[in-house]
């Protein structure tokens, strides 16, 4: 019986060392996911109206070699950019955002993995680690994978700007990005988007909003520089929302863990309490046992 308590007392002690570990993850990912949260809050209205100008300029505008990113061609090389975290201790949050991938490469891409054309651009070590035994005829590109330890437009700008110039240089035929779509703490979708060549209006978005914009100084050196910045503003959006929800699923996930480990606490200490009382009744059996022998 005493060694049942001891074991009993060394796993209550076990589970309150767990505890402790989830409470402090929780409490840094609820900072973390505070200053994540406003963040894409705050971008995604603008992003969003400037998406919606510029798909309505690409399918208004007469053509050239200033909409080269509105170009569609026969889709034979396709780059795949998957955004995940680099750690672990998030839910389903990475599962979720690989499983979109899977998805888009054996549905969409499959023709183009057959045929060994498809390039993935891991942004966090998650995606990589999911995708690269799954595909091995991909070509996967890494040099961005801790693009998360600074989102500053720059930073995010410099990849998305390397991306636009190989789809530009006619590299890629078709870029899409998997990440995960911020809705709140407890909610985050996963999905796969079109990032080039730029999407096309649905038929009834498009009759019910024309573009109708006058171009200063003229439309072609506008849109040289108009059409880059909102591209790169919504690659920046596809990470902010993946930040979000990173830090969002994790503070859920590790309340989730704190709250069970609490449960388990309970069961564990009327376990204990009744493995106690066992022993200490087997004990005083024993005394009144001795004593009667002793009178008898």
Excluded: W
């Amino acid at each position: 019986m005493g060694a049942n308590l001891k074991e009993v007392r060394d796993r209550i002690k076990s589970v309150i060392s767990t505890q402790q570990i989830t409470k402090a993850m929780k409490m840094v990912s609820a900072a973390k996911f505070r200053k994540a949260q406003q963040a894409i809050t705050q971008i995604r209205p603008y992003a969003d109206r400037l998406n919606r100008m510029m798909k309505n300029i690409a399918a208004n505008t007469d053509g050239g070699s200033t909409l080269v990113y509105n170009q569609e061609r026969d889709v034979k090389k396709v780059m795949l950019v998957v955004v995940t975290s680099s750690r672990g201790l998030c839910g389903a949050f990475n599962t979720n955002v690989v499983k979109a991938a899977v998805a888009s490469i054996e549905g969409k891409y499959s023709q183009v993995y057959k045929d060994g054309n498809l390039s993935i651009l891991c942004i966090g070590k998650k995606g990589f680690d999911g995708l690269k035994r799954r595909y091995p005829k991909a070509h996967f590109n890494t040099e961005s994978v801790d693009l998360f330890m600074n989102l500053a437009f720059e930073n995010v700008a410099s990849v998305s700007g390397k991306i636009m110039g190989l789809f530009a240089g006619k590299e890629y035929d078709e870029v899409a990005v998997a990440y995960s779509r911020f809705k709140n703490a407890a909610m985050q979708f996963a999905e796969v988007e079109q990032f080039l060549p730029i999407p096309k209006q649905d038929e009834t978005t498009q009759k019910k909003v024309k573009a109708d914009y006058i171009f200063e100084p003229d439309q072609d050196t506008l849109l040289e520089t108009l059409i880059p910045n909102i591209l790169q503003l919504q690659f920046h959006k596809y990470l902010l929302d993946t930040h979000a929800s990173e830090h969002g699923a994790r503070m859920t996930s590790m309340d989730k863990a704190t709250e069970n480990a609490e449960e388990l606490l309970k069961a564990l200490k009327i376990n204990y309490n009744k493995a106690r009382q066992e022993s200490i009744t087997k004990e005083l059996l024993e005394i009144v046992a001795g004593a009667a022998a002793l009178e008898g």
